[in-house]
């Protein structure tokens, strides 16, 4: 018997039992409400006592899981977000309504903070959206004090293409000064991308501290490279909220 962790995104659904959250399972749903058999066969030969998910949309594939779970007799949670982590550590939710925060951009500043102990983060994810997030260290532990969402770099493409008259011709080059279409919205993006994290690092040095970069998400591979030469000492770290959960999973 076990507890089996789910991060439920927008097109991908990553999932790994507790204590192996670093080499999960995924599956790309890309908005489908559908899971294979395979999967749930792989569940149920784990006999699992619980399930522990975190679902920021794909709602209906939430329902089939949950319909699934019902059927087998599997306790689940989908979880939210919280006031207060307590457990090894202390994060407190600096948000004006804790329950607004989406509860991915939660659990993945708790898996941040448990890589990085008590060190000021900023946390960034890069999926169909993009969310920059601040971790700061207070006398009472850590405090999550808010972040900054903007399209990822998929939607941001996408918008440009379908609402003007840009017709670029695939991915385009990255350029200190583009010289046609595709490359100047390539560079658009990536320099939105760049600069976002750049004025989020700031606000975390005019309070004091020198913040950790730490980002994941399916776009970071392609900005891997421009992050890390703009801002050395960035860590490429995904599966951040399947170890937020598993940190809630273990210490509750």
Same mark, same amino acid.
């Given at each position: $018997?076990?507890?089996?962790?789910?991060?439920?995104?927008?097109?991908?659904?990553?999932?790994? /039992?507790?204590?192996?959250?670093?080499?999960?399972?995924?599956?790309?749903?890309? @908005?489908?409400?559908?899971? &294979?058999?395979?999967?749930?066969?792989?569940?149920?030969?784990? %006999? &699992?006592?619980?399930?522990?998910?975190? $679902?920021?949309?794909?709602?209906?594939?939430?329902?089939?899981?949950? %319909?699934?779970?019902?059927?087998?007799?599997?306790?689940?949670?989908? $979880?939210?977000?919280?006031?207060?982590?307590?457990?090894?550590?202390?994060? *407190?939710?600096?948000?004006?309504?804790?329950?607004?925060?989406?509860?991915? *951009?939660?659990?993945?500043?708790?898996?941040?903070?448990?890589?990085?102990?008590?060190?000021?983060?900023?946390?960034?994810?890069?999926?169909?959206?993009?969310?920059?997030?601040?971790?700061? /260290?207070?006398?009472?532990?850590?405090?999550?004090?808010?972040?900054?969402?903007?399209?990822?770099?998929? $939607?941001?493409?996408?918008?440009?293409?379908?609402?003007? *008259?840009?017709? &670029?011709?695939?991915?385009?080059?990255?350029?200190?000064?583009?010289?046609?279409?595709?490359?100047?919205?390539?560079?658009?993006?990536?320099?939105?991308?760049?600069?976002?994290?750049?004025?989020?690092?700031?606000?975390?040095?005019?309070?004091?501290?020198?913040? %950790?970069?730490?980002?994941?998400? @399916?776009?970071?591979?392609?900005?891997?490279?421009?992050?890390?030469?703009?801002? &050395?000492?960035?860590?490429? %770290?995904?599966?951040?909220?399947?170890?937020?959960?598993?940190?809630?999973?273990?210490?509750?």
């Amino acid at each position: $018997m076990t507890v089996i962790l789910l991060d439920l995104g927008n097109t991908a659904l990553k999932w790994s /039992p507790l204590g192996e959250e670093e080499s999960p399972r995924t599956f790309v749903h890309n @908005g489908a409400d559908v899971v &294979p058999d395979e999967i749930f066969n792989e569940w149920l030969e784990l %006999k &699992p006592k619980h399930i522990i998910g975190c $679902m920021v949309s794909s709602e209906n594939l939430a329902l089939a899981l949950t %319909k699934f779970f019902n059927q087998h007799r599997i306790e689940w949670e989908w $979880m939210h977000s919280q006031q207060v982590f307590d457990g090894p550590f202390k994060l *407190r939710n600096c948000y004006e309504d804790y329950r607004q925060l989406g509860s991915d *951009r939660w659990y993945a500043a708790i898996g941040a903070a448990s890589l990085y102990p008590g060190q000021a983060l900023v946390v960034v994810h890069m999926g169909t959206a993009t969310t920059v997030d601040t971790v700061l /260290p207070s006398d009472e532990g850590l405090e999550f004090k808010g972040g900054r969402i903007l399209p990822g770099p998929v $939607m941001m493409y996408r918008s440009l293409v379908n609402h003007t *008259r840009c017709r &670029p011709k695939g991915a385009g080059r990255y350029s200190d000064f583009p010289r046609n279409t595709t490359d100047a919205i390539s560079s658009g993006i990536l320099d939105a991308h760049l600069g976002v994290i750049e004025r989020a690092l700031a606000c975390v040095r005019n309070v004091g501290f020198e913040g %950790k970069l730490i980002f994941a998400g @399916g776009a970071a591979p392609l900005l891997a490279p421009y992050i890390t030469k703009e801002f &050395p000492g960035a860590v490429l %770290k995904h599966n951040l909220v399947l170890r937020g959960l598993g940190m809630f999973a273990g210490h509750s």
